[in-house]
């Protein structure tokens, strides 16, 4: 009996955060003084979530 498993690089690939996402969440996370808001193995949803929060949170520290 063999089991043939499907391998979907497309789905893979977009459950894991993008490289550009790993450098922009890193940059901003040491921006902000959040070092714990980066990880490496975050998912894309995750990761966008997290650098709009950021990035919210900078543009808020920066109005004053």
Not at 6 to 30: F, H, I, N, P
Request: aromatic share 8%; proline share 2%.
């Amino acid at each position: 009996m063999q089991i043939q498993v499907r391998y979907d690089a497309r789905a893979v690939l977009s459950e894991q955060m993008t490289r550009t996402q790993g450098l922009k969440l890193k940059r901003l996370s040491e921006e902000a003084y959040q070092p714990a808001q980066y990880a490496r193995d975050l998912s894309f949803a995750e990761a966008a979530r997290r650098i709009q929060a950021l990035e919210a949170e900078i543009e808020l520290a920066n109005s004053f």
